[in-house]
């Protein structure tokens, strides 16, 4: 995200870039990053006690993350936010400095009725990032934008590091997993203006040519959690 939204002056130079997105937009959608079918947890949480329920993702810049994920079944929220560091520098202009301890993140909350952790780590490592990269996707660079995890209680930690060992195993990716996983960090939301991003600016160059082919390739290899009407975050989140 930095390559484009600094370098073309933040928010208020999105409208300037609209129109190199829509020449963008009308190329086919091909992205820098190709998901990768894989099988889902072995083992997962067990059966769910409650409706509600929280997961936290990082995986590079978090509008392509929102975007997917507010496109899942089950999902009833997905706020773009920060994770890994404190309060004090839970901003866009300190995160991307790369030395806030922060990662641009997404909190999820869904129904564990309606869809297990397990199915959104799926949906995390085979469609919303490539989880080989090493702080870093796509154009963008640094520790702000690595593949993390953090979980929300020992069961969901536990099912990650279960699963990242799963994949490792079977050899699905080209690369062992960069993921890290990261307990006992707490989460910070985000801009207001990141918040439905995609949804927001399909025509966005970056949206364009990173993201929207993410949407795709859930609807394409997940097409039964996938819901063509994003759940979107409300204001005041």
């Known amino acids: 995200m930095n390559s484009f939204l600094k370098n073309y002056g933040g928010p208020l130079a999105l409208a300037g870039a609209a129109i190199f997105g829509v020449a963008l937009?009308?190329?086919?959608?091909?992205?820098?990053?190709?998901?990768?079918?894989?099988?889902?947890?072995?083992?997962?949480?067990?059966?769910?006690?409650?409706?509600?329920?929280?997961?936290?993702?990082?995986?590079?810049?978090?509008?392509?993350?929102?975007?997917?994920?507010?496109?899942?079944?089950?999902?009833?929220?997905?706020?773009?936010?920060?994770?890994?560091?404190?309060?004090?520098?839970?901003?866009?202009?300190?995160?991307?400095?790369?030395?806030?301890?922060?990662?641009?993140?997404?909190?999820?909350?869904?129904?564990?009725?309606?869809?297990?952790?397990?199915?959104?780590?799926?949906?995390?490592?085979?469609?919303?990032?490539?989880?080989?990269?090493l702080n870093r996707q796509g154009p963008d660079s640094g520790t702000q934008y690595r593949s993390a995890i953090f979980p929300q209680s020992p069961v969901q930690r536990s099912v990650a590091e279960k699963y990242i060992a799963q994949l490792n195993a079977s050899h699905v990716f080209k690369k062992p997993l960069a993921t890290r996983i990261e307990m006992d960090k707490a989460f910070y939301p985000a801009e207001a203006y990141h918040q439905n991003f995609l949804t927001l600016n399909p025509n966005h160059p970056y949206i364009a040519f990173n993201d929207l082919p993410k949407v795709e390739n859930l609807k394409r290899i997940a097409p039964d959690v996938y819901r063509a009407d994003p759940v979107l975050v409300r204001k005041g989140l």
């Open 25 to 133: 937009w009308q190329q086919p959608a091909v992205s820098a990053e190709v998901a990768v079918v894989i099988a889902p947890p072995a083992i997962d949480e067990p059966a769910p006690t409650g409706h509600t329920a929280t997961a936290i993702f990082a995986g590079g810049c978090f509008w392509g993350v929102q975007g997917v994920f507010q496109h899942v079944k089950g999902v009833s929220n997905a706020v773009s936010g920060y994770a890994g560091g404190d309060g004090r520098s839970a901003n866009y202009d300190a995160v991307s400095g790369g030395d806030t301890g922060h990662a641009e993140s997404v909190k999820i909350t869904y129904d564990p009725a309606q869809i297990s952790y397990g199915k959104l780590l799926q949906i995390f490592f085979s469609v919303a990032h490539n989880p080989t990269e």
